[in-house]
């Protein structure tokens, strides 16, 4: 008890409340910028909190964290374009909302599905973080490529209109990411000679190019210049809670696999919340009405990416093993206030932990204050003439493709693929299917071939039962498949006038 | 207003003359490139480093953080960059000492001129506290008896802990199990998980995740852990240090290299950057221009010819 009155004492500062306040309303910034995202918001506040004491430092890096996530499903779902690759699966109920004249409304769902997202795993990380660190321990190469397996079955159900397009979409995305350097040997592949490929392709540069970009393109070809679809009208709506309690379900299931993706290092927001949507596609109450305009698809994609937020601070705090880019940017952030984030620090410092979890509650509620007062001005740009909208996307996205690694060339990549994503367009291909390619790709080879090197190159050694953890996981890999491919198969089979 | 053909001629001539002016080096902000993110440990240092090195230069400095394929893209763009002093080039050895010998890449270490030597941290051998290997002589004599049981972590072809572990296999005569994780943190976390069973990274990793330490690779004890034995105790005869510091372009014209080295050597000895440097836990390693081109020369010579005798050479 002595420790959680110290804990409130160390926050109730009003340093901690301006850094809370503050680093919300950049975070939702950056993070609806574009191309900026996460790790960047972090890092231009890093310089900032070395002249702070040690929890409004944390504060504010809190803030930025949970309110940048959330900030990307902002641009996601007024044009189309996710501001950052953990809000492309967003994009998918989210804009069709906004075309429906609801953008308000669709805006007040990201919210309230963020916070619970954002809530939920902080309370997971409070009350069970070190023993959940020690999962992710044992959470090895072997059971890492078992969930990667998992997590590709998103593919199809991400699919709209055709599988067999969304699944050639998804090698695609495969393909596009062994480009580049090979992590095992260090050999380059596929830049035919062109060095500055030999680094391959960013993703930030690929997102932007696929959704921003080739939104741009796709609006100035259909040439509609004048009253197009901002009818919406500006400002924040909230959800009601009957609508909300309709589903809770699917808000349940997205904070959980949110929480638990983020545990385990090395995957991230944006396999958190395609896995999320592909749930939902299988199981949510209105799974028929997804991908046009069904808020439930926004609850499934933002519950999931904002609950990685707490579930990526559990090997980030309790091992000192940071998950992602963004949380080592994080980490390094903490180290400069003088805390080593490790095994020892809930044991050695207590109050101090408490106190960031008390901030990391408190930041997702400033994401609400925050959401409610900021975005009014925010969808204002619906309101914009068309051609002036359009050149502020192009100028935002040119900039957030540059600083994605600094270099003219990844503005070029970045157009290149506004070009590939508006003919995919046209043709009717889906394009997340892309983007997961291209997250999952690295890691699944990456994992495969650490798993064949530590069994010897047994492949039949990755499901036996001595790891539990890895056949349960394609267990549920291939029920997953096999039902959702059923599942988008059927309707097919109506359509064309089979009865079942 | 019209201008004559003189006074022409003489605004022609003005927009000429920054090419004979590099005295008054200098005149705009300097931009730092660090081939890794935003973020990460040596970007950490550099914008540690920037704002005493700016004072001291009497110049603005950014830091660019370009990156990719090992830091190799960042080195390119530096080594590209117009010899002038207004680009410099801050990172580890791997993108120029090791990484020009492995495949084909548009510069070498001559591409650049060495400013100095900021930090430098030995390489160290470490299990985790439980380990069945109590010592250096018990890892080394397993990995003998029994070859491919024994997973070595560490983080890809090429880097410092590969080089690292080329040597130990010279050593031992045995083919190592080398299992490529991509970052030192989730090496760590395959040996603290048990998935591999040994790892070499700066001595920091360590202290970071309660490992125990076998042995150091430095030239002298390593500073957290003056006990640890030195590899050389055990036959092998390879140093192993990260030596992160400051390049120019090659061709940076003299009078800019002075301005540039004695302003680092300044900023180097000021209490405020050693006590911020410390803070992150680096411990500064200062060398001078000449001192650390000396080594970084001394070190491509040594990793050819390891990286050379296990057929990793171009």
């Not at chain 1, 963004?326 to 095994?343: D, S, Y």
């Not at chain 1, 650490?450 to 890895?470: C, E, K, N, V, Y």
């Not at chain 1, 491919?485 to 009865?499: A, D």
Request: net charge negative.
């Amino acid at each position: 008890m002595d420790n959680i009155l110290t804990s409130l004492s160390m926050i109730a500062d009003p340093w901690v409340a301006l850094a809370l306040i503050v680093g919300t309303v950049f975070g939702v910034i950056v993070g609806a910028l574009p191309g900026l995202g996460s790790i960047l918001a972090i890092t231009m506040v890093l310089p900032f909190t070395i002249a702070m004491g040690q929890v409004p430092a944390i504060a504010l890096i809190l803030a930025v964290y949970c309110s940048s996530v959330f900030g990307g499903s902002i641009t996601a779902i007024l044009i189309n374009t996710p501001g950052t690759p953990q809000s492309a699966a967003t994009v998918l109920d989210g804009h069709p909302m906004t075309r429906a004249g609801k953008a308000n409304l669709a805006i007040g769902w990201a919210t309230v599905a963020s916070l619970i997202g954002g809530i939920f795993s902080a309370i997971v990380l409070i009350f069970a973080a070190p023993k959940l660190a020690s999962f992710a321990l044992r959470f090895g190469a072997i059971e890492t490529f078992a969930l990667i397996c998992l997590s590709l079955t998103c593919i199809v159900s991400v699919s709209k209109g055709s599988l067999l397009k969304g699944l050639l979409a998804g090698v695609f995305g495969l393909f596009i990411s062994t480009i580049g350097p090979d992590q095992m040997t260090g050999m380059v592949r596929l830049n035919f000679d062109i060095f500055e490929l030999s680094g391959g392709f960013q993703l930030v540069p690929l997102v932007v190019g696929l959704f921003a970009f080739s939104e741009v393109f796709v609006r100035l070809s259909e040439r509609r210049f004048q009253g197009t679809t901002p009818t919406s009208p500006a400002g924040f709506r909230f959800p009601s809670l009957i609508e909300l309690a309709r589903r809770w379900k699917t808000a349940l299931k997205g904070s959980l696999i949110g929480t638990f993706v983020g545990i385990l290092p090395g995957t991230g927001a944006a396999t958190a919340s395609f896995m999320s949507y592909a749930e939902a596609r299988r199981s949510a109450r209105f799974k028929e009405k997804l991908g046009q305009g069904e808020p439930e698809g926004i609850v499934a994609s933002e519950t999931a990416n904002n609950a990685v937020t707490g579930g990526a601070l559990v090997p980030t705090l309790a091992l000192g093993i940071p998950g992602d880019p963004v949380t080592a940017v994080m980490m390094t952030a903490l180290i400069m206030q003088g805390i080593q984030p490790g095994v020892r620090l809930f044991a050695d410092n207590p109050e101090l932990m408490n106190a960031a979890f008390m901030v990391l509650i408190l930041a997702n509620i400033a994401m609400l204050i925050v959401a409610i007062f900021v975005t009014p001005f925010i969808t204002r740009v619906l309101r914009l003439p068309e051609p002036l909208l359009l050149a502020i996307v192009m100028l935002l996205s040119t900039v957030g493709a540059y600083s994605a690694t600094g270099r003219m060339i990844d503005v070029f990549i970045s157009i290149c693929f506004g070009v590939l994503g508006f003919i995919l367009r046209i043709a009717a291909v889906p394009i997340a299917p892309i983007v997961i390619g291209v997250v999952l790709g690295p890691i699944f080879e990456e994992s495969l071939r650490q798993g064949l090197i530590i069994t010897d190159g047994h492949f039949g050694a990755f499901w036996s039962m001595d790891r539990p953890i890895a056949l349960t996981l394609i267990i549920v890999a291939v029920f997953m498949f096999l039902v959702s491919i059923l599942g988008e198969l059927k309707p097919r089979r109506r359509e064309l006038g089979y009865s079942d | 207003m019209k201008l004559s053909v003189k006074q022409m001629f003489s605004a022609v001539c003005l927009a000429l003359v920054p090419g004979l002016a590099l005295a008054d080096y200098p005149e705009k902000p300097v931009t730092i490139i660090v081939p890794w993110s935003a973020g990460g440990a040596t970007d950490l240092v550099a914008r540690t480093v920037e704002p005493v090195l700016s004072e001291k230069l009497g110049a603005d400095m950014v830091v660019s953080n370009v990156t990719g394929a090992s830091g190799t893209i960042g080195a390119a763009e530096a080594a590209r960059a117009k010899p002038d002093g207004y680009t410099i080039f801050f990172t580890p050895q791997g993108p120029v000492t090791i990484q020009p010998q492995l495949r084909n890449i548009p510069y070498s270490l001559d591409s650049f001129v060495a400013i100095g030597r900021v930090y430098s941290s030995p390489y160290m051998t470490m299990v985790v506290e439980d380990s069945e290997f109590a010592t250096m002589e018990d890892l080394l004599a397993a990995t003998k008896e029994r070859p491919g049981e024994i997973n070595y972590a560490f983080t890809g072809i090429g880097t410092l802990p590969h080089l690292a572990l080329t040597a130990t296999q010279q050593h031992v005569g045995v083919k190592l199990k080398q299992v490529p994780y991509k970052a030192s943190a989730e090496a760590a976390k395959a040996v603290l998980g048990g998935e591999s069973h040994v790892m070499t990274e700066q001595q920091q990793t360590a202290q970071q995740f309660e490992m125990r330490p076998l042995a150091c690779w430095g030239a002298e004890p390593c500073s957290f852990y003056p006990d640890v034995p030195l590899v050389k105790e055990f036959g092998i005869e390879s140093v192993v240090e990260v030596s992160v510091g400051f390049y120019a372009p090659a061709g940076t014209p003299e009078d800019v290299l002075a301005k540039l080295n004695a302003a680092l050597e300044e900023a180097m000895k000021d209490p405020k950057l050693v006590e911020a440097l410390e803070k992150i836990q680096i411990s500064p390693a200062y060398l001078d221009s000449m001192a650390f081109d000396q080594r970084m020369r001394a070190e491509v010579e040594n990793n050819r010819s390891l990286l050379g005798e296990v057929g990793l050479t171009q």
